[in-house]
């Protein structure tokens, strides 16, 4: 059964860059078939997409982040993170990662881990 | 950006209920499109995929349809498990969005 779970610090300063990773356990994030995404939800609100990358390193990036975003790929650990810089309280969330098969929604997802922007 | 928007945002109905939640793309997604369930202080759960295909492990009393730019999400009979917000999802073009959530409570 394909798992995926993020980890990181849950309290980022104002102007610092929040960074999390997520683990794959079950799969191979190397598989050909899947993108493989981040989405955030701000407390009480609706959902965001942030950006996808696939195995090889491609990635997509939701132009309203994408000055301060940076997804990266590490087949070695099945591992895929997260970084975003220049934070503010704006970018308090839940964040989750998800697995995207080509031409498909997101299937599975992380339990979410919620950051807070906070001096 | 194509915008989703969904409604209604609240709908309260009760147990053995048939609801519809209507979910429009501002431009022509094709079929493009998810609908999802999230219950609080969890993950969203994909239930459709395409439109109208159900994911699987969903039961059956959940239906998705529509194409371009209208479509809609039935639950055919509500039961208890199912109060929790929808949210739809376009996957036709980058940035994929979402809908604002509908969020469906006991009448």
């Known amino acids: 059964q394909l798992q995926l779970q993020e980890s990181g610090p849950g309290l980022v300063k104002p102007s610092e860059t929040l960074s999390l990773t997520c683990t794959v356990s079950g799969g191979s994030i190397s598989s050909g078939s899947y993108y493989w995404g981040w989405i955030r939800q701000p407390p009480g609100k609706g959902l965001e997409w942030i950006g996808n990358?696939?195995?090889?390193?491609?990635?997509y990036y939701n132009p309203s982040l994408k000055s301060r975003v940076t997804v990266s790929v590490d087949t070695s650990k099945n591992q895929f993170s997260l970084k975003l810089s220049s934070v503010t309280a704006a970018d308090t969330a839940v964040y989750y990662c998800a697995r995207l098969p080509l031409e498909l929604p997101f299937d599975y997802w992380g339990q979410g881990t919620l950051v807070t922007v906070s001096s | 950006d194509i915008q989703m928007t969904q409604s209604p945002s609240t709908l309260s109905a009760s147990v053995g209920d048939r609801v519809t939640i209507t979910c429009r793309a501002s431009q022509s997604i094709s079929s493009w499109l998810a609908w999802y369930q999230q219950k609080q202080g969890k993950a969203p759960k994909l239930l459709i995929y395409k439109a109208s295909s159900l994911e699987s492990g969903v039961p059956s009393r959940f239906s998705g349809s529509g194409s371009g730019t209208e479509f809609t999400l039935t639950i055919s009979s509500l039961q208890p498990d199912d109060f929790a917000t929808y949210y739809c999802q376009q996957y036709n073009s980058f940035p994929y969005t979402f809908g604002q959530g509908t969020k469906l409570e006991i009448k």
């Open positions: 990358i696939y195995y090889s390193g491609s990635t």
